[in-house]
């Protein structure tokens, strides 16, 4: 499937949606690796004991 959306983005006419393409491919790499492998419980409220 990677090479379908690789193929589609180089392959449009406009290379403003290439640009598009590629910096929300790269916005959601950061922000994966911003928030790190253990994002279970991530939002989850404090319990108090």
Same mark, same amino acid.
């Given at each position: 499937?990677?090479?379908?959306?690789?193929?589609?983005? #180089?392959? #449009?006419?406009?290379? #403003?949606?290439?640009?598009?393409?590629?910096?929300?491919?790269?916005?959601?790499?950061?922000?994966?690796?911003?928030?790190?492998?253990?994002?279970?419980?991530?939002?989850?409220?404090?319990?108090?004991?």
């Amino acid at each position: 499937m990677g090479n379908f959306l690789i193929a589609g983005l #180089t392959s #449009t006419p406009a290379p #403003t949606a290439v640009l598009v393409g590629v910096a929300s491919i790269a916005l959601f790499a950061i922000v994966g690796l911003m928030v790190g492998p253990d994002y279970d419980g991530m939002n989850a409220p404090e319990v108090k004991k």
